[in-house]
């Protein structure tokens, strides 16, 4: 049996006629492809569960800045204060979400998730979801073959590179796999997952590439944060039978085509954007003579 | 069609595929190719790597890629210190010099003063890199699998000879390429194998007629 796919749809329709959920396509494509046990390909995503809750400790307990002082401490920070608007569970992921991408900062290990300057979306929001509620191993195991069949379409098809498709593609590809991976968690069913994917995506298309000094800092750091709380947004949203208009395929399609049509200057080159302002140049200055 | 393990993954220290695995990689692949104890390192650094280096931790990842550190290795945020222990002793230098590339460098590594090799690389993207030249020859190697570099003579059955052994060892060619300056001259052949090459073997396409010399590669 072969259970390859390309798009989102070719998933839903192998769902629907081996009679199989989201995840249990991609982890029997993964051992078909690479002639792998299932026991195999399950210890290798456990060890990178592994890795996304080192990362997640060691980000909460940063207390010192990067050499370029942009970041650092503030997912402590954010741990230590009692939030007063977001709910429990959306702000422990924004909270996870900027720790990881601080332990990145500061030199730590990570799992790239799809990228570097994204590793905090996916550890973040699943760590803190199967904290609040209660879920197990097996569970989280699921949440990662989602999550990775929904990044391997858009790395495919598109493009999961800044320096190809702008901040859409990085924090973009790594909020829609998260937010399909938490309606999956919570029970969703594969058209939810598919709806999630393109309701997230839709809704941060054109997001630039333009980090201060080059450097995977400002904005990434918070915008790891932003988005695993925009991630659960469509989550919900899916949950509750909303649907995009646009099918998931034809929403990464139109981010690919939107990432390569953005000049140059906003694809992580640091010549434009929040990198050429004032304060963005001041900051690169005081790097270069670091 | 790509693995889950490559879209989430790889596990690395951050925090930059390009600028700081990529580096962690480029410096053990050099590590390698020196093979020998280094005591001196020279890193010159181009484009980005020059410009952002001190924020991505390029240059602390390099080291730790010559101490033979990997790309997921905790160890590489303290590699001055450890390099400090092994007295091996590092100097960066940037470069405005365009080499065609945003991310290069260049590595002069010597061990005392009996022997000294440059080797330049770049660093691609998402933790790929290129060993682009060794002692002034052009090369190209990735790092990605087993590889052998040959300088030969431009002449007939060199190719033939070297594929042949690798073939009658039972090791697969995954890729191969030869180009030469020019007609009976200098050439060389790159050629990529799914296994890994025994000693012996090398030696024996050290040995087939017109070949010069032979440099072997693992992956990194």
Redesign the interface.
């Known amino acids: 049996m072969d259970y390859s796919y390309e798009t989102i749809e070719d998933i839903l329709r192998l769902c629907q006629e081996e009679k199989l959920t989201f995840d249990q396509v991609v982890l029997r494509n993964e051992m078909n492809q690479f002639e792998r046990t299932e026991e195999d390909v399950l210890a290798e995503i456990d060890r990178r569960l592994d890795v996304f809750e080192e990362s997640v400790k060691e980000g909460l307990a940063i207390d010192s800045h990067t050499p370029s002082g942009m970041s650092g401490k503030q997912a402590k920070q954010l741990e230590a204060h009692v939030p007063l608007l977001l709910g429990k569970l959306a702000y422990k992921a924004m909270t996870y979400s900027i720790a990881v991408n601080e332990a990145n900062a500061k030199m730590s290990r990570i799992v790239a998730c799809p990228t570097a300057g994204s590793c905090g979306i996916l550890p973040g929001t699943l760590l803190a979801l199967a904290e609040e509620r209660e879920l197990s191993r097996d569970a989280l195991r699921k949440a990662f073959l989602i999550a990775a069949g929904i990044g391997a379409v858009v790395t495919e098809r598109a493009c999961v590179a800044g320096a190809v498709g702008g901040c859409q593609a990085e924090v973009g590809t790594a909020a829609a796999m998260t937010a399909g991976a938490v309606v999956g968690l919570l029970g969703g069913n594969e058209r939810q997952i598919a709806q999630a994917v393109a309701l997230c995506f839709k809704n941060l298309l054109g997001l630039v590439c333009d980090p201060v000094a080059g450097l995977v800092e400002v904005p990434c750091v918070k915008r790891n944060g932003f988005y695993s709380v925009h991630a659960i947004t469509a989550a919900e949203m899916a949950l509750a039978g909303i649907k995009s208009q646009i099918p998931a395929d034809e929403v990464i399609e139109a981010m690919n085509r939107i990432g390569r049509s953005l000049p140059a200057a906003l694809r992580e080159t640091s010549d434009g954007g929040l990198a050429t302002t004032v304060t963005g140049k001041a900051i690169a200055e005081h790097v270069r003579n670091l | 069609?790509?693995?889950?393990?490559?879209?989430?993954?790889?596990?690395?220290?951050?925090?930059?595929?390009s600028h700081?695995?990529g580096a962690a990689r480029l410096g053990k692949m050099a590590r390698a190719i020196f093979g020998e104890p280094i005591t001196k390192a020279v890193m010159t650094l181009y484009g980005?790597f020059a410009?952002?280096y001190?924020?991505?931790?390029t240059d602390?990842a390099l080291v730790g890629g010559l101490l033979g550190f990997d790309a997921?290795d905790?160890r590489?945020?303290d590699s001055f210190a450890e390099a400090n222990k092994k007295k091996m002793d590092i100097f960066f230098l940037e470069s405005s010099e365009d080499m065609g590339h945003p991310n290069v460098v260049k590595f002069d590594l010597y061990n005392g003063d009996d022997s000294h090799k440059t080797i330049v690389g770049r660093s691609l993207?998402?933790g790929l890199i290129m060993i682009t030249e060794i002692d002034g020859f052009p090369v190209e190697v990735t790092g990605e699998d087993y590889a052998i570099m040959s300088l030969h003579n431009d002449q007939p059955g060199v190719v033939a000879g070297v594929s042949g052994l690798l073939g009658e060892e039972n090791i697969n060619i995954s890729s191969m390429r030869v180009f030469r300056k020019r007609r009976h001259s200098d050439a060389v052949m790159m050629v990529s194998t799914d296994g890994p090459i025994d000693q012996a073997t090398l030696q024996k396409i050290e040995a087939v007629p017109g070949v010069k010399r032979v440099m072997y590669f693992e992956p990194v």
């Open positions: 069609m790509i693995s889950i393990f490559d879209v989430i993954g790889p596990v690395m220290i951050g925090p930059s595929s700081t695995a980005s410009k952002t001190k924020g991505h931790g602390k997921d905790a590489l945020k993207g998402g």
